[in-house]
């Protein structure tokens, strides 16, 4: 059974900086592809960030490029979200999620909330 | 960037109905588009993937179609746990974009 489990997530002053994690199970983590999505409080998804199976190229949201970076240690099965110089509107709800395939996503972790606010 | 529009909002049906909803990309996504479904307090679930594609345990009620820059999503026959938001997702290029969302409410 795959599985996603999220953590980190927190209250953090504006300006100030979470490290979001995500360990799985249930699959061979290192052959897919796999992004952060956020959900604002009674908003829309929005992708924030991709990183690839193996050659560990990475994709970033213009809103996040040079705050946030995605990165994977496919030995001990977990996606990383570093996040800094945080806003108020990074204020969300922010999903792991594995790819199906290319980037649509089959699987979705509970999701762990980050506010930001003083 | 892509911009992914979908209409209606919102979506009255009656359990039983067929529900129609629509997807328009501000170009060309081929048929690199998915469906999500997301219930209250719960996580998005994948519906359908390469425009027409049932995901696997989706039940044949909910019918992907469309190419390009138009797509639909129906649902044939509207079950109660088929009330939820519906999310369009292009996933042609970068940055993927979601769309605004569609409500299917209980008329």
Same mark, same amino acid.
């Given at each position: 059974?795959?599985?996603?489990? #999220?953590?980190?997530?927190?209250?953090?002053?504006?300006?100030?900086?979470?490290?979001?994690? $995500?360990?799985?199970?249930?699959?061979?983590?290192?052959?897919? %592809? !796999?992004?952060?999505?956020?959900?604002? &409080?009674?908003?829309?998804?929005?992708?924030?960030?991709?990183?690839?199976? /193996?050659?560990?190229?990475?994709?970033?949201?213009?809103?996040?490029?040079? /705050?946030?970076?995605?990165?994977?240690?496919? *030995?001990?099965?977990?996606?990383? !979200?570093? !996040?800094?110089?945080?806003?108020?509107?990074?204020?969300?709800? @922010?999903?792991?999620?594995?790819?199906?395939? %290319?980037?649509? @996503?089959?699987?979705?972790?509970?999701?762990?909330?980050?506010?930001?606010?003083? | 960037?892509? +911009? !992914?529009?979908?209409?209606?909002?919102?979506? *009255? +049906?009656?359990?039983? #109905?067929?529900?129609?909803?629509? $997807?328009?990309?501000?170009?060309?996504?081929? *048929?690199?588009?998915?469906?999500?479904?997301?219930?209250?307090?719960?996580? &998005?679930?994948?519906?359908?993937?390469?425009?027409?594609?049932? %995901?696997?345990?989706? &039940?044949?009620?909910?019918? =992907?179609?469309?190419?390009?820059? #138009?797509?639909?999503?129906?649902?044939?026959?509207?079950?109660?746990?088929?009330? %939820?938001?519906?999310? $369009?997702?292009? @996933?042609?290029?970068?940055?993927?974009?979601?769309? =605004?969302?569609?409500? +299917? #409410?209980?008329?």
């Amino acid at each position: 059974e795959v599985q996603l489990l #999220e953590s980190g997530g927190g209250l953090v002053q504006p300006g100030g900086s979470l490290r979001l994690s $995500c360990a799985a199970s249930g699959f061979t983590f290192s052959s897919y %592809a !796999m992004s952060w999505v956020r959900q604002a &409080p009674g908003k829309g998804l929005e992708w924030v960030s991709s990183i690839s199976g /193996r050659t560990v190229s990475t994709k970033y949201a213009d809103s996040v490029k040079g /705050r946030f970076t995605i990165s994977r240690d496919n *030995s001990k099965n977990t996606l990383y !979200m570093q !996040m800094n110089s945080l806003r108020a509107e990074d204020t969300a709800v @922010y999903y792991c999620a594995k790819s199906r395939d %290319a980037y649509n @996503y089959d699987y979705w972790g509970q999701g762990t909330l980050v506010t930001v606010s003083s | 960037e892509i +911009v !992914m529009t979908q209409s209606p909002a919102t979506l *009255s +049906v009656s359990p039983g #109905e067929r529900a129609t909803l629509s $997807c328009r990309a501000s170009q060309s996504v081929s *048929s690199n588009l998915a469906w999500y479904q997301q219930k209250p307090r719960q996580t &998005p679930r994948l519906l359908i993937y390469g425009a027409s594609t049932r %995901a696997t345990g989706i &039940p044949a009620r909910f019918n =992907g179609s469309g190419s390009g820059t #138009e797509f639909t999503l129906t649902i044939s026959s509207l079950q109660s746990e088929d009330f %939820a938001v519906y999310y $369009c997702q292009h @996933y042609n290029n970068w940055p993927l974009t979601f769309g =605004g969302g569609t409500k +299917v #409410e209980i008329k």
